[in-house]
């Protein structure tokens, strides 16, 4: 879909409610990381990371996260269907449990 916008004197376009709310760029902080090629120019939405939440894309939780996710993809580690299954298996490993 193409949507044509203006482009004010000192360069400021304004996006369409439409498109700001389908990629939340009206959340507080966001931001349009703009790309020059050479024929046009591209704009990406990126959206600001909570600093609440800031640890999750450190590089090293992220790495870890895929490596997570291929254990699961090669169907390694153990699912429980309950906290209370999860503890037990807990307990049950060697040297751990009263």
């Known amino acids: ?15 369409p409610a439409r498109i ?6 009206n ?3 966001a ?9 046009r120019i591209v704009l990406i939405p990126k959206l600001p990371v909570n600093a ?13 996260e895929r490596r997570a996710a291929e254990e699961a993809a090669a169907g390694l580690g153990q699912t429980y269907d309950s906290a209370e299954a999860f503890l037990n ?5 060697d040297g751990v449990g009263g």
């Open 1 to 15: 879909m193409s949507t044509f916008v203006g482009v004010q004197e000192r360069g400021t376009i304004a996006l």
């Open 89 to 93: 298996g807990l307990d049950n490993l």
């Open 31 to 39: 931001q349009v990381e703009v790309i020059e090629e050479a024929d």
């Open 27 to 29: 959340q507080p902080g």
């Open 52 to 64: 609440a939440q800031a640890w999750f894309w450190t590089d090293g939780w992220q790495a870890g």
């Open 20 to 25: 700001r709310q389908a990629y939340h760029l």
